[in-house]
């Protein structure tokens, strides 16, 4: 069955960087974009980026790019998220997800597996 464990979540201070983990199995994971989302208390999930399957498109949302890096390692099955110059405001629960075929999605609704989430904390 497919399965997408993240992992790397903590605290950091302001500034800081931060690097999350997705490792997926169960299924053939170079056939497929991988996203991540992120959650803060009382509010929306929201898209923050998205890989391609090839690994040669990116999307991110507007207040994360040029801070936050996705990328792809095929052979270990995994995705990344490399967070530099975080903000308190990027506080949430992260989630990986995988897109329903390998284009790049930015809504929920071209996802169709979910992680369980690693919590995020921006804090001084």
């Known amino acids: 069955q497919v399965q997408l464990v993240e992992s790397g979540g903590g605290l950091v201070q302001p500034g800081g960087s931060l690097r999350v983990s997705c490792a997926a199995s169960?299924?053939?994971?170079?056939?497929?974009?991988m996203g991540w989302f992120r959650q803060a208390p009382g509010k929306e999930r929201e898209f923050v980026g998205a890989?391609?399957?090839?690994?040669?498109?990116?999307d991110y949302v507007d207040s994360v790019e040029g801070r936050f890096t996705i990328s792809r390692d095929d052979a270990k099955n995994t995705v990344y998220l490399q967070m530099n110059s975080l903000k308190p405001e990027d506080t949430g629960v992260y989630y990986c997800?995988?897109?329903?075929?390998?284009?790049?999605?930015?809504?929920?609704?071209?996802?169709?597996?979910w992680g369980q989430g690693t919590q995020v904390t921006v804090s001084s």
């Open positions: 997800a995988r897109a329903r075929n390998g284009r790049v999605r930015t809504t929920m609704e071209g996802y169709d597996y």
């Open positions: 169960g299924f053939v994971f170079r056939n497929y974009a």
């Open positions: 890989i391609s399957w090839t690994g040669t498109i990116t």
